[in-house]
Every structure is written in structure tokens, then in C-alpha cells.
């Protein structure tokens, strides 16, 4: 996901990215201006492909990158670029070999996920919440990134961001979101 | 208490009103429809054990019959805000459409402007603005908790802010629940009334003031502007409000408000407010069994 650069300007031609303020993402690779950075392309293909979240569910947000990597989604108006504290809610993190979601995008976006999402029973519900890691032999899906959901009112609820390796389910639930239920 | 004494001659029946701020007050939450309907997020009060109670005034107020509204499943899912039931007023009397491009000049830690975006569907842009660098990480927490996508954070003092970074020149509405002297919240935090002196109304409404112009001013013509306090004092409401109407281009406009109030004032001490200040909102705590508050809403006219 992250070696496609060639398609688009040779690297020395790309401007290095400045961490302290939000660029927008290109629209395709092709279009890319600032070294790495992903395309809204691959971040889109990437739900759609690892979540089957559908492509259609983000046509009305634009995504950001501030730091290394870390990708924003934004549903109002804003230039490019531009230096402030927090554009819509961080959403991926990119520039790394496995992209990860964060807790609260999944919480938010997670609902149209049909694939990579792992349901949990109450008491692992509460343990995932808590931030501890459980032994979950049952998964056959792909190892890596899950969504975590569990059953509350008659509907499938994400709860965030799992971890899946070796019969193993880490919650990637951060410190400041965990709670004790 | 003692600094409330002031009021008895304004407040009706005034020593329910004292009674009112020695009773601790309740846990209320907004239900957030950026992520449940208010069914939803009922229903998993339900399941889970939790007593709620509807508020008359607005379907999406609850009052939590619960120590800790924070250790619930529906507040982790974002699908409740723990926010006081009169703090949820001024953002209804903005009342902001999808699609629009809305100012919340004082906005940490964010309860009102996730409020504003949900009132917009989380469509359009929630600029959510603070001088407090402290205070925005909490603003970011719960954008991000309420999964708030329309919500842009700026750190800057409201009473001189530049709209250069953006790409737009005006704002379609603007909030101004301005940081004040917090009388009205004695109920929640019963050293409220602690470092009170005439002296600080005067700093705290000089501040109250700057804010206010500079939001009418950055609100385009027929835009709307809220101004609101937690607090009694009029130095800090009325006669904030006053001089926003002698010096900006902006008028009074009355609204609608199910919960029990009192009109603003047109007098207080040895001055004299704009007839229009009586379309104002004086909310105190014994007429709801809530914290106090005051709103006023205006429209600006050039």
C-alpha cells in the first residue's frame, strides 16, 4: 500500500511533509505532492478492501494528514493547507507497514463494516472495553486489525479497534477510552 | 451564598431560589444523535440497568439516575454526553441548520459545539474555537468520542479572531457562552461562589464584551448570534448585551423556550437596558431544579 509513490512525480520532486499543519490528501496517487502521503484512493480502498465498508460511505468527508501519518476525516469546509489544532477526528493511521484505525472511527464509521468484524460475548465485550487482551481461538478470519463489536439492543455495535494474532485479541482501546462497565 | 444576596430583590420568590443552590444537582445527559437516535441510546439504558427520565422541554435531555454516567456502554459508544440540562438550552436557541458554517467562540470542552454539529447532523462546519490550549484536549476527546466529522479546532482569543485561515469570510451563526463567574453552577461545584468579588465581574464582562462584538461582527447580515452565561450577574448578561446592541450592528429577537424562566432584566443598580433585554432568558435553579443560566439571542443587521 505505501511503495506506490513511482506512479506519480519522482520522490525528488515531492515536497517533504510538514507535521504541524493538515494537508489534504490527493485524490489518487498520481496527483501526490507531499512525499508518502497516502492518496484518499487508498485510504477509501483500503476500508473498502480490509472492512468491505462501502466506498459510497465517504463521499462527503475529505481526508487530512497531520504528523507522520496520522489521517483525519472531515466533513466541513476547510483549505489546503491549513495550521490548526484539530480538523473532523483522527481516523487511520498511515506510514507504517500495517495501517491501523483508531477506536473512535470505528465507533463512528464501523456500523457499514462486513468484513474483519469480530463479535464478542458480554464479558468479553467488557474486558475489551477495559483494555485487556483475551485468548479467542474461535476467530477463522484474517489476522491483523479488527473491528470489535458486540450485541446491544437488537444491533451489532462497534466498539473499536482489535489486534488479532495467534488465537489472541488485543485490545487497542486507548488508556483515555478505557472504561471499567 | 453570601454574593447571591444581591439577587433577592430580582428573583422571584427568593428563598426557594437559595434552596435550589444547596441541593446538589443530578446527573443529566444529551443523547447523541450523531451516533444513536434517542430509542437507541434509551433502549441501552435500559438493558443495562440505568433509570433515566425524560426532560418536557427537549426529547434529547435525560436526567440519569446513576452515580456514574460515565461507566455506562452508552457513554462509551458516544451515544450520551454527560452535559448539565441548562447548558443544553443555548445551542436550541441557536438552533443551526445542516450545511451551515457556525462559530462557537468559547467552545471547551465541547459539549455544546458536538451539540451544534448533531443539531446539523454533523453536516456543514462547526468551528470550534478556544483560547484555553489546556482545555482543548478535552474539547478534542469528546469531538472525538461524539465522532463529531464537522468540527474544525482553532486555539485562539475569540475577541480578536482572523477568519484568513479559513476559506470563507463569515460565519452563518455564531455561539457565545462566554467563560464567566460561574454563579449559576453552585450547584455542581459548591466552591463556585469562592473567589467572588464585584471586582472580577467588571475584569470577566470586559472579556464578555470583546467576545461578543467580535462574533457579531464575523456573523454575516440576517445571521443569528447566541449569548450565555452559568451566571446571575447582570454586569455579565444584560449589560453585556447592551453594549454589543450600542456599538454592533445587531437587535434583539425573541425565541422560544419551554423550560420556566424569567424575562431578562431592564434595570439593574442605577442602570437601564433596552426594553428588548425583556426577550432575553433568566433561568434559575429552583424554577427547573436546575443549574442557572441566561440566554439571549440576537440577529445581525448589516
Redesign the interface.
Same mark, same amino acid.
Given at each position: 500500500m505505501g511503495d506506490d509513490a513511482a506512479d506519480g512525480a519522482s520522490e525528488s520532486d515531492l515536497a517533504q511533509n510538514d507535521g504541524q499543519r493538515f494537508g489534504r490528501l490527493p485524490t489518487t496517487a498520481a496527483e501526490r505532492t507531499v512525499e508518502g502521503r497516502a492518496s484518499r484512493e487508498e485510504v477509501v480502498d483500503y476500508f473498502a478492501d480490509r472492512f468491505a465498508i462501502p466506498p459510497e460511505a465517504f463521499d /462527503?468527508?475529505t481526508f487530512w494528514e497531520k504528523g507522520a501519518g496520522k489521517i483525519w476525516?472531515?466533513?466541513? /469546509?476547510?483549505?489546503s493547507p491549513?495550521?490548526?489544532?484539530?480538523?473532523?477526528? $483522527?481516523c487511520l493511521r498511515t506510514r507504517q507497514e500495517h495501517w491501523k484505525p $483508531?477506536t /473512535?472511527f470505528v465507533?463512528?464509521f464501523g456500523r457499514e463494516a462486513g468484513e474483519c468484524v469480530i463479535e464478542l460475548e458480554s464479558d468479553e465485550a467488557r474486558a475489551f *472495553?477495559a483494555g485487556e487482551d483475551r485468548e479467542l481461538e474461535r476467530w477463522e478470519g484474517d489476522w491483523g486489525y479488527l473491528i470489535a463489536a458486540h450485541r446491544?439492543?437488537? *444491533?451489532l455495535?462497534p466498539?473499536g479497534v482489535g489486534l488479532y494474532v495467534h488465537g489472541e485479541l488485543r485490545s487497542m482501546v486507548p488508556k483515555?477510552?478505557q472504561?471499567?462497565? | 451564598m453570601e454574593p447571591l444576596e444581591r439577587y433577592r430583590p430580582i428573583v422571584d420568590d427568593f428563598e426557594a431560589f437559595l434552596d435550589a443552590c444547596e441541593r446538589p444537582l443530578g446527573n443529566a445527559v444529551r443523547v447523541n444523535t450523531?451516533?444513536a437516535s434517542v430509542d #437507541?441510546a434509551t433502549?441501552?439504558l435500559e438493558?443495562e440497568g440505568v433509570g433515566y427520565e425524560g426532560v418536557d422541554w427537549n426529547p434529547r435531555v435525560l436526567r440519569l439516575e446513576t452515580d456514574s454516567p460515565?461507566?455506562?456502554?452508552s457513554? +462509551?459508544?458516544?451515544f450520551t454526553h454527560g452535559q448539565e440540562e441548562v447548558s443544553a438550552v443555548p445551542a436550541t436557541v441557536l438552533e443551526p441548520e445542516p450545511g451551515e #458554517?457556525v462559530w462557537d467562540c468559547c467552545a471547551a470542552p465541547g459539549g455544546k459545539a458536538t451539540q451544534l454539529a448533531a443539531l446539523m447532523d454533523?453536516?456543514? =462546519?462547526?468551528v470550534a474555537n478556544d483560547s484555553n490550549l489546556g482545555r482543548?484536549s478535552a474539547l #478534542? +476527546?469528546n @469531538?472525538?468520542?461524539l465522532?463529531? =466529522?464537522?468540527? @474544525?479546532?482553532?486555539?485562539d482569543d475569540a475577541r480578536n479572531y482572523s477568519l484568513e485561515? +479559513?476559506? +470563507?469570510d463569515e460565519f452563518d451563526r455564531a455561539l457565545v457562552d462566554a467563560p464567566c463567574s460561574c454563579e449559576g453552577t453552585i450547584r455542581k461545584n459548591p466552591d463556585a461562589l469562592d473567589g467572588w468579588s464585584e471586582g472580577y465581574l467588571d475584569e470577566v464582562s470586559g472579556i464578555q464584551k470583546g467576545v461578543l462584538g467580535r462574533a457579531v461582527q464575523a456573523t454575516r447580515e440576517g445571521g443569528t448570534v447566541v449569548y450565555s452565561t452559568c451566571t446571575f450577574a447582570p454586569e455579565e448578561n444584560e449589560a453585556v448585551v447592551q453594549h454589543a446592541l450600542d456599538r454592533e450592528d445587531c437587535r434583539i429577537v425573541d425565541f422560544d423556550l419551554e423550560l420556566e424562566h424569567s424575562p431578562g432584566l431592564t434595570e439593574w443598580n442605577d442602570e437601564e437596558y433596552d426594553d428588548h433585554l425583556e426577550q432575553t432568558a433568566r433561568i434559575y435553579p429552583h424554577q427547573n431544579d436546575t443549574g442557572g443560566f441566561f440566554v439571549a439571542k440576537l440577529e445581525v443587521t448589516a
Open positions: /462527503d468527508y476525516i472531515y466533513g466541513g /469546509d476547510a483549505p491549513i495550521t490548526i489544532e484539530a480538523i473532523g477526528m $483522527t $483508531t /473512535d465507533q463512528r *472495553a446491544i439492543a437488537g *444491533a455495535e466498539i483515555g477510552r472504561r471499567e462497565l | 450523531i451516533k #437507541r433502549t441501552v438493558e460515565g461507566s455506562t456502554w457513554s +462509551f459508544h458516544g #458554517r454533523d453536516r456543514g =462546519t462547526v482543548i #478534542r +476527546f @469531538a472525538e468520542r465522532g463529531a =466529522t464537522s468540527l @474544525a479546532v482553532t486555539n485561515r +479559513f476559506d +470563507f
